[in-house]
């Protein structure tokens, strides 16, 4: 079957750690981003990749990483720069550049800083 | 910038009462939109999409959404709403002047009364 996996479900931080969150599509999707999911603040976008090996920075990029060294594969890292990690995150892919096509979602990643 | 407007946070219909959750958004050319549902805890699902063509569009678990141009409203209805439909709602539209940068609303839930 074809989708976005995301791993791990659930995550807990301890203060001052580094934490990546695992995004992967079988799709076959040039486009991925990342969002991050606040209770009543809907979905803010975090860093989104167009094509290998380039990405942009979205609203709020700050204490927040990524890579894109395989089309399949955009890894987020939550690093200890940001200060308010605890939330939930989701991972989308799209067909890519063409537009008017429709984001796929991975069923969520929800950190915890403890 | 382009934006996308929500004004609900919240909204309350008793089962087999009509819906409609409200979509405004800015943009300088015909844009794309989307309606989304999440349920609690996991990603989103994509419920229906506008291109172009017909303003009335149709998708799944029988919701519709009517692109109304002069209003700049992407209005989302169903005539009849089930206790399964509790979940919150999310309106997003492609932005190009970013290229393929997804924008979404801040979401609507939608409680069912018995």
């Known amino acids: 079957d074809g989708g976005i996996t995301q791993s791990p479900k659930y995550l807990f931080r301890k203060e001052g750690q580094n934490v990546t969150l695992s995004c992967e599509q079988n799709l076959n999707h040039d486009a991925m981003y990342w969002y991050r999911q606040d209770p009543g603040q809907g979905l803010r976008l975090i860093y989104y990749?167009?094509?290998?090996?380039?990405?942009q920075k979205g609203d709020i990029a700050e204490g927040y990483s990524v890579s894109r060294e395989k089309k399949e594969s955009f890894p987020l890292t939550v690093t200890s720069a940001q200060k308010n990690p605890t939330a939930f995150y989701l991972c989308?892919?799209?067909?890519?550049?063409?537009?008017?096509?429709?984001?796929?979602f991975g069923q969520g990643t929800r950190l915890t800083v403890v | 910038a382009q934006s996308v407007t929500q004004p609900d946070i919240h909204i309350t219909v008793s089962e087999g009462a009509s819906l409609e959750l409200r979509c405004n958004y800015s943009y300088g050319a015909t844009p794309y939109l989307f309606w989304y549902v999440q349920s609690p805890g996991q990603g989103l699902q994509l419920l229906l999409k506008y291109f172009s063509g017909d303003t009335l569009v149709q998708g799944i678990k029988g919701f519709e959404a009517e692109f109304k141009r002069s209003q700049s409203s992407f209005n989302l209805r169903k005539p009849s709403v089930h206790w399964s439909d509790a979940a919150e709602y999310f309106c997003?539209?492609?932005?190009?002047?970013?290229?393929?940068?997804?924008?979404f609303g801040s979401g609507t839930r939608l409680s069912i009364r018995p």
């Open positions: 989308a892919s799209s067909i890519g550049v063409q537009g008017g096509t429709e984001a796929f």
């Open positions: 990749s167009q094509i290998v090996n380039d990405f």
């Open positions: 997003a539209v492609v932005s190009y002047s970013s290229a393929s940068k997804i924008i």
